[in-house]
């Protein structure tokens, strides 16, 4: 590989240094290695980097304020001693913020920083000095005197446009004009990512705006000149779209704001419908896999939630005194100002009467009817102070009610207050039951048992007591004290009570016999937690559910269906300060000190992504029925395959392959000869019924092998009657078919190529060649009588069986071993792939008009291990090793989009023949189907968000433009947005 600059770095300096990195590829088209970019997954570390280090012409040593990590010293060390020995050799210290002189000191017996002339971006990564002083240095050449107009880059438009900020937009010299402007639009175009920043897109609006003033101002002149400028107007209009439609949609990656992310996916491919808009909009839809809708509170904090599931709603208190009602769809019916705008601390529902219970952070306890009405409880929240000498009564010491739960089986109320006061009292009533006060202690989290019998208290000490509801005398208890104190508790139906401390332990006590379990749950810094469920409905929910906020803005779920793996998703720009569950656990709420809600729904993933129940067994082909649009699979156990049909209802058999192959071959054929001990006694396991499978283009016929060595072909839906192609077909590893069915093809692990006719009668191949590789993958040809093959040397080749012998054409040489290819329908352009690209996952495009271009994926992923092609949807879509789906789009060849889809490889891509619909197949045998209409991807982004850009971010981020609410209209016709 060539490579001009090793970056060695401390890992956890990589993002700042990727950043360089991109800059010196991007700005100067120096190549460099980067570990983390650009060693293939599953390969081992040092290998690869003793080997980068050796092909390098030069070395740049990265410092800044993490110091030196262990490889990163070693990896300085290497270069150091090749520098020594070759003084061709180039080494630059780069200095990055916080460099410190101690760490300078560590490396070349302290002579590297001293003695070596710097790259300084100690001042951030866009400082362009010090970009250019880093080229110069790398590249063996003078840093550029700086006469005359520079070459425009990304950091001088950052500069620009950050000094004409600084003018508060009035100096009309800072804006671009001619060549200058038409080069900053280029680079907005070509690298949004590099170009991000509202500053930068109205920047270039404004001499894009100032250059089409100026244009129209000539139109006086004659009718002529005016359609002239008309003409060149409307060309500046569809390159502004374009531009800041690519722009809107790096800002829609980079937004810390999960909810206005959505938004600026949406409006980036509402202004054009462009391949980066695209990806952005389904990137986005895709991060939050279950989120429902968001809810904006405006600035309010949001402190606390609770859910109504019986009657569809969520209820939210805001730090402001008001609790909101919406419906689970995400409609607003209710707003109600508590009394003197009093915090809302907490709150809980009696579903028997629909009754909100709240408590605030001046002591009260509130109860909300169904209409909004508000009555107080008599609980003696408010303590009198007395005066310490003579006993007399002062003033009232108002104590926040922290902890309230209702019980819906005895109706009683629980509540706790920062005092550390205890009350229980009736719902009806509203009388009180008893009050138990617990010393220098305040009450942080309360639950009743399944049957009401048990109240369980948490305390701020660590110590959770258990008290009998109906009498107060303590029952049991255990303590936290050692990780924090417990923010949410829940009995389990069996009877443990289970227990979430601000240290990030849950714990599990069992009151019976007194004991106590503990496990750790996800990350730090946990700001907000509730366990789960309240009522635990049949079978369905098998496991504790976890919804844990942090202070990042994070939230973690264990969802239900007996998953036991946190999903970890960023929900929030700020602290999450309130989280609930729905009685169910199918729902859950955060709300954030941004003002935010997020409704999720547990059971119901992502709305592009479908994961339907599987048939069951290893898949092995996958395919499209093209007259009634149903996929189909090809799946194989050790003593049992079939192909199965997916209508949209479930999976149904339709055919059995067993039963179909031994009509026609016996036995034999399909189990082969029975294993037999060896040396040692040890019984080689059989392998799987079926070993090898491919269904044609178009769904109309498969072929399969057995491991007894059949070769088998039928046609799918005219005859259930397979034909026998071969009988000895033992070692095939690779099989394909064409698209009109009449050849199939196979290679075996002896490097033979075969192509059958499979109409035609016996057993005879027409046509054998002999391959210099062993075969990784195939796919026929636009010309039937061709298959092109990928080889195990990274070698893509044509054979052409319309001659006889057959002749081989090599096509290109791809990066590692080869893996898959895959052809563009209708047409005789390859995509293929290596299984290890050293830089992630990349395709490349073949055709015979132009030379090959190599795809790299959007996101580092793993090498493919399958490929699929739409002409009709316009996409390349690889599945790689590591369970992620990478998109390209096919006619601008733009990276799309990354998304994650499962844990284990894709083994199987392919599109539907409208091509709204692609269906992916992991190792495992899960099968995914994800939504492909770009439209859709719009309308899910809108039901997620719920809102529309507010005045403050409208003007933020379309300066002088007039509002448009896209989300209220159908996202297919959202083509007048600015």
């Known amino acids: 590989?060539?490579?001009?600059?090793?970056?060695?770095?401390?890992?956890?300096?990589?993002?700042?240094?990727?950043?360089?990195?991109?800059?010196?590829?991007?700005?100067?088209?120096?190549?460099?290695?980067?570990?983390?970019?650009?060693?293939?997954?599953?390969?081992?570390?040092?290998?690869?980097?003793?080997?980068?280090?050796?092909?390098?012409?030069?070395?740049?040593?990265?410092?800044?304020?993490?110091?030196?990590?262990?490889?990163?010293?070693?990896?300085?060390?290497?270069?150091?001693?090749?520098?020594?020995?070759?003084?061709?050799?180039?080494?630059?210290?780069?200095?990055?913020?916080?460099?410190?002189?101690?760490?300078?000191?560590?490396?070349?017996?302290?002579?590297?920083?001293?003695?070596?002339?710097?790259?300084?971006?100690?001042?951030?990564?866009?400082?362009?000095?010090?970009?250019?002083?880093?080229?110069?240095?790398?590249?063996?050449?003078?840093?550029?005197?700086?006469?005359?107009?520079?070459?425009?880059?990304?950091?001088?438009?950052?500069?620009?446009?950050?000094?004409?900020?600084?003018?508060?937009?009035?100096?009309?010299?800072?804006?671009?004009?001619?060549?200058?402007?038409?080069?900053?639009?280029?680079?907005?175009?070509?690298?949004?990512?590099?170009?991000?920043?509202?500053?930068?897109?109205?920047?270039?609006?404004?001499?894009?705006?100032?250059?089409?003033?100026?244009?129209?101002?000539?139109?006086?002149?004659?009718?002529?000149?005016?359609?002239?400028?008309?003409?060149?107007?409307?060309?500046?209009?569809?390159?502004?779209?374009?531009?800041?439609?690519?722009?809107?949609?790096?800002?829609?990656?980079?937004?810390?704001?999960?909810?206005?992310?959505?938004?600026?996916?949406?409006?980036?491919?509402?202004?054009?419908?462009?391949?980066?808009?695209?990806?952005?909009?389904?990137?986005?839809?895709?991060?939050?896999?279950?989120?429902?809708?968001?809810?904006?509170?405006?600035?309010?904090?949001?402190?606390?939630?609770?859910?109504?599931?019986s009657n569809g709603y969520v209820y939210v208190g805001g730090a402001s005194g008001s609790v909101r009602r919406f419906g689970l769809d995400g409609g607003q019916s209710l707003q109600v100002r508590l009394p003197d705008g009093n915090a809302v601390q907490v709150l809980d529902v009696d579903p028997t009467s629909g009754e909100v219970w709240a408590g605030t952070l001046d002591g009260r306890v509130l109860v909300l009817g169904e209409g909004g009405e508000v009555r107080s409880a008599a609980v003696a929240v408010n303590v009198p102070r007395r005066n310490s000498a003579s006993g007399a009564a002062e003033s009232t010491q108002s104590w926040p009610v922290i902890a309230l739960r209702v019980d819906d089986t005895h109706g009683r109320i629980a509540v706790g207050d920062h005092r550390g006061r205890l009350t229980v009292l009736d719902r009806k009533s509203l009388a009180v039951h008893w009050t138990v006060q617990f010393d220098d202690q305040r009450v942080t989290a309360l639950a009743f048992s399944s049957e009401g019998s048990v109240v369980a208290a948490a305390t701020n000490g660590g110590p959770v007591y258990l008290f009998d509801a109906a009498s107060g005398s303590r029952a049991s208890g255990f303590t936290t004290a050692a990780s924090g104190e417990a923010v949410s508790l829940e009995f389990a139906r069996n009877g443990t009570l289970r227990a979430i401390d601000k240290g990030g332990m849950q714990t599990h006590f069992v009151p019976r016999t007194g004991e106590v379990k503990r496990s750790r749950v996800d990350g730090d810094f946990l700001s907000s937690a509730t366990v789960g469920p309240r009522k635990e409905y049949g079978p369905r929910v098998q496991t504790d559910q976890l919804v844990l906020g942090y202070a990042s803005g994070r939230v973690s779920f264990t969802p239900a269906m007996g998953q036991s793996d946190a999903i970890a998703l960023q929900g929030h720009e700020r602290e999450v300060l309130a989280s609930a569950l729905s009685p169910s656990g199918r729902y859950a709420a955060t709300g954030s000190a941004d003002g935010t809600v997020a409704v999720w729904d547990l059971l119901s993933k992502s709305p592009v992504v479908d994961h339907p129940p599987v048939p069951g067994g290893e898949i092995l082909a996958a395919g499209w029925d093209p007259r009634a649009g149903h996929a189909m699979v090809v799946t194989t156990t050790e003593d049992a395959a079939g192909y199965y049909v997916q209508d949209g209802t479930g999976w149904r058999t339709a055919g059995d392959?067993?039963?179909?192959?031994?009509?026609?071959?016996?036995?034999?054929?399909?189990?082969?000869?029975?294993?037999?001990?060896?040396?040692?006694?040890?019984?080689?396991?059989?392998?799987?019924?079926?070993?090898?499978?491919?269904?044609?283009?178009?769904?109309?016929?498969?072929?399969?092998?057995?491991?007894?060595?059949?070769?088998?072909?039928?046609?799918?839906?005219?005859?259930?009657?397979?034909?026998?192609?071969?009988?000895?077909?033992?070692?095939?590893?690779?099989?394909?078919?064409?698209?009109?069915?009449?050849?199939?093809?196979?290679?075996?692990?002896?490097?033979?190529?075969?192509?059958?006719?499979?109409?035609?009668?016996?057993?005879?191949?027409?046509?054998?060649?002999?391959?210099?590789?062993?075969?990784?993958?195939?796919?026929?040809?636009?010309?039937?009588?061709?298959?092109?093959?990928?080889?195990?040397?990274?070698?893509?080749?044509?054979?052409?069986?319309?001659?006889?012998?057959?002749?081989?054409?090599?096509?290109?040489?791809?990066?590692?071993?080869?893996?898959?290819?895959?052809?563009?329908?209708g047409a005789d352009t390859l995509i293929a792939s290596g299984a290890g690209a050293s830089a992630g996952t990349e395709v490349s495009l073949m055709s015979a008009s132009e030379p090959p271009v190599a795809l790299r994926a959007r996101r580092l992923g793993g090498g493919a291990a399958s490929l699929g092609v739409s002409a009709r949807a316009g996409l390349i879509a690889a599945g790689d090793q590591e369970g992620r789906l990478h998109l390209w789009d096919l006619t601008s060849r733009v990276p799309m989009a990354s998304l994650t889809i499962a844990d284990e490889a894709l083994i199987q891509v392919t599109f539907a023949p409208d091509g709204k619909k692609l269906m992916l197949a992991s190792v495992v045998g899960d099968v995914f189907f994800v939504d492909m209409d770009r439209a859709s991807w719009g309308k899910a982004a809108c039901r997620m968000v719920q809102r529309e850009f507010s005045a403050e971010e409208w003007q933020m981020m379309f300066p002088g433009e007039t509002p448009v609410a896209v989300c209220r209209r159908s996202v297919a016709t959202m083509k007048q947005t600015p």
């Open 657 to 825: 392959l067993r039963t179909l192959s031994e009509s026609v071959a016996g036995g034999y054929v399909v189990s082969g000869e029975e294993a037999k001990p060896d040396a040692e006694g040890f019984v080689e396991l059989l392998p799987r019924l079926v070993t090898d499978a491919a269904l044609s283009a178009d769904g109309r016929c498969v072929a399969w092998t057995t491991r007894g060595g059949g070769l088998f072909w039928m046609r799918l839906g005219l005859d259930e009657r397979p034909r026998l192609l071969q009988r000895d077909a033992r070692g095939i590893n690779v099989l394909a078919l064409s698209a009109s069915c009449r050849y199939a093809y196979f290679a075996t692990e002896e490097r033979v190529l075969r192509r059958f006719e499979t109409t035609a009668t016996g057993e005879t191949a027409f046509g054998e060649t002999r391959l210099p590789e062993v075969a990784r993958a195939m796919v026929a040809g636009l010309d039937e009588g061709q298959v092109h093959v990928t080889l195990d040397d990274g070698r893509l080749i044509t054979v052409d069986f319309g001659r006889l012998p057959p002749i081989q054409s090599p096509r290109a040489l791809l990066k590692g071993a080869a893996a898959v290819v895959a052809r563009v329908d």
């Open 1 to 309: 590989m060539a490579i001009d600059v090793f970056l060695c770095h401390n890992s956890r300096d990589k993002d700042v240094v990727r950043q360089v990195a991109e800059g010196l590829e991007l700005e100067f088209g120096i190549p460099h290695f980067l570990d983390t970019y650009s060693i293939p997954t599953g390969e081992a570390f040092l290998p690869w980097i003793e080997d980068a280090l050796a092909q390098s012409t030069g070395c740049a040593i990265f410092l800044g304020a993490h110091g030196w990590g262990p490889t990163h010293l070693w990896e300085a060390e290497r270069a150091m001693e090749r520098y020594r020995r070759d003084p061709a050799y180039k080494v630059i210290p780069v200095a990055l913020s916080g460099i410190r002189d101690e760490d300078m000191r560590r490396l070349g017996e302290g002579t590297l920083f001293s003695e070596i002339n710097w790259a300084d971006f100690r001042a951030g990564v866009i400082d362009e000095v010090a970009i250019e002083k880093l080229r110069a240095a790398l590249q063996g050449s003078p840093v550029s005197p700086g006469v005359g107009p520079p070459r425009l880059t990304p950091y001088q438009v950052r500069r620009d446009a950050a000094r004409w900020e600084r003018s508060e937009r009035k100096d009309k010299s800072i804006p671009y004009r001619g060549k200058q402007l038409a080069a900053a639009q280029l680079l907005l175009q070509t690298q949004p990512d590099l170009m991000s920043g509202v500053s930068i897109a109205a920047f270039i609006a404004e001499a894009t705006q100032a250059r089409a003033t100026r244009l129209r101002n000539f139109g006086v002149v004659a009718a002529l000149t005016i359609v002239v400028i008309s003409l060149l107007a409307v060309g500046l209009e569809h390159s502004r779209r374009i531009a800041l439609s690519r722009f809107l949609a790096a800002e829609a990656r980079q937004s810390p704001s999960p909810d206005r992310s959505l938004l600026l996916g949406i409006h980036s491919y509402a202004v054009s419908e462009t391949a980066e808009a695209a990806g952005a909009l389904v990137e986005r839809v895709d991060a939050l896999p279950y989120l429902r809708h968001y809810l904006r509170l405006g600035s309010e904090e949001v402190t606390a939630l609770t859910f109504d599931e």
